[in-house]
């Protein structure tokens, strides 16, 4: 390896964060070996973040230090690329990871899920407060309080920290070797170039994510046109009214955040929300309730539409579109998000190294994650659908074992999926039309039940939406268990309202055991009540049928 750039960045770090103008941190930083604590690792991203340059970070091993062979190189250092680099290792092996962003993690804690849970969390929280303002203690509700561009600047300001923890623990718990800052090229299966240097090794990773698909709209290129990545850098005033394009999980999630500021926010979507293929088993009970209460809270939606141009001069000011009946309609707006989808950019995979994409442009693989080049592997968002961290990470942990020589194979077809809009919407198994084509006697359990007045049936009801249930029971949430009444094993969960993601994860892996869990099953838990899917006493209470019915 002719790489022997040793740790001299580390060297520089005093001055330059001493040339911020920011607190030095306390202790020696810049000598060989001694570690960035997480504070001055914030301090440093958050000065690259400011002034961007090309000065590369380097962690790489001194050859006194590791001599080996690079076992791989993971070509983005993001969920992808930082766990199956930190799998390789774990596993005894050498790996360098780089990434031209001067912080490990990826677009997930920069730009897309850690922001996207702050935004959902804030539209909850300003959706109970315009819900009880003027009762209780809750004082009148002022929409121009509620600021888009301030809870951006809250993320950004403190986002720098987050990052630290990913350089610090890659670093200093999981021994990783890294180069940030520093766009990676690769130029052939064994070899690419970071920082004016080439690094061997016997296998390359490709873990480059993905981005926003911009339609091929007249106007696309106006001020006041985002993304979820440029909103975060660059969101600069308060916008008054918004038109989403596309209906994606995004668009949800984004959409609830922005009306629940007190930006009126319409949706354009060509399907139906949540009925793209990038979403499976959406029970379509659950969809109607998500939309319905979407739409509750002031959201338009439009479905079956066609955006047709975004107006304005300089800046935008309308968006044009077809409607569901093929007339043309405009919308006066000073805000456009963009929620299309996203893509990854291959080309320079292709043209390097021939590997093959579909359609789309996305990497295919084998279910190794290896790619169509030999000694290629590819991980995460690169892959296509779904765009999940679980299935970044598994990804990029699958390429690990395998190039460790453990073949290991990752089937992601079956997941649990969740969303936001001001509620958290979670599922997992089959949706109860899928349930009923495959399976006989299906049974349901499910709150309010489908013959029941929502508007005064309490259920559910437990932590977050307690004073939804006591006020306006049909904002409390929804849910649905579907059983299959021959063998008794549950087929699927379907969840609106708050606080269920975490069990669900765990529900997921017993649904999906070859030997599944029945209501009997269900109901011999201990449930730690108020809970908030119900399901282990309400499978209790119809666990004693020997022929099961609704409930
Ligand atoms: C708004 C939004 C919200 C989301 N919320 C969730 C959520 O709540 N839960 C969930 O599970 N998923 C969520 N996701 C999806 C999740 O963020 C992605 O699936 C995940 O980040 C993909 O990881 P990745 O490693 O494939 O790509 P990324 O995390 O994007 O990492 C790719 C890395 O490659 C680097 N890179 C690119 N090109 C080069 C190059 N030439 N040289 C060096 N480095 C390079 C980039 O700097 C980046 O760090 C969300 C996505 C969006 C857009």
Known sequence: MDV??????????????????????????????????????????????DNPNDE???????????????????????AAGRFGSAFLRARGGRQLVIDSWPFLGGSCPHQACVPHHLFSEVARELDLAR????????????????????VIELFRAGRGFPHAVMNWQSKEQLGMEY????????????TVEADGKRFTAKNIVLATGARTTFPDLPGIDLRGVYD??????????????????????????????????????????????MTTTSLHHVDDGLRAYVVDMMRDRGMEILEGVEPVAIEGNGKVSAVRYQDANGLEQVIASDFVFIAT????????????????????GFIKVDTHMRTSVGNVWAAGDLLGPPLEMFKARKSGCTAARNIMGEP??????????????????????????????????????????????????????????????????????WFKLLIDGDSRRLLGAHHVGFGVKDAFQYLDYLVRRPEGITIDQMGE???????????????????????????
């Open 131 to 150: 819900h009880m303002s003027g009762r209780l203690w809750y004082p009148k509700f002022d929409p121009k309080k509620a600021s888009i561009v301030e």
């Open 408 to 477: 290991h194979e990752f089937d992601f077809t079956e997941y649990p999926d969740f969303l936001h809009s001001t509620y958290e919407i979670t599922w997992l198994g089959l949706s109860e039309s899928e349930a009923r084509r495959k399976y006989q006697n299906v049974i349901k359990i499910q709150m309010p039940p489908d013959d029941a007045n929502p508007e005064t049936f309490p259920l559910p009801v437990a932590d977050g939406s307690m004073l939804y249930a006591f006020t306006r029971p049909i904002i409390s949430g």
């Open 179 to 190: 180069i940030l800052n520093s766009r990676a090229q690769v130029l052939d299966p064994h």
């Open 341 to 360: 989808g996203e893509r990854p950019a291959t080309s320079q995979f292709v043209d390097a190294l021939g590997v093959d994409v579909d359609d789309n």
């Open 56 to 78: 590369a970070i380097w962690n790489v091993a001194l050859p006194e230090e590791d001599d080996r062979e690079f076992d791989a190189i993971f070509v983005g250092g993001g």
């Open 4 to 49: 022997r750039k040793p740790r001299d960045a580390f060297v520089s770090l005093r001055a330059r964060i001493a040339a911020t103008g920011r607190p030095v941190p306390a202790g020696d930083i810049g000598e060989h070996g001694q570690p960035l604590t997480v504070g001055e690792w914030a301090v440093l991203i958050d000065e690259l973040l």
């Open 228 to 273: 979820f990545a440029s909103l975060t850098e660059d969101m600069n005033y308060e916008p008054n009214r918004c038109v989403i394009i596309g209906g994606s999980k995004v668009a949800i999630e984004y959409g609830s955040f922005f009306q629940a500021t007190g930006c009126q926010t319409t949706i354009l979507s060509r399907t139906p929300l």
């Open 525 to 551: 838990l201990n449930e730690l009540f108020l809970n908030p899917e119900h399901f282990i006493q309400l499978c209790r209470l119809r666990a004693g049928q020997s022929q099961l019915t609704d409930l």
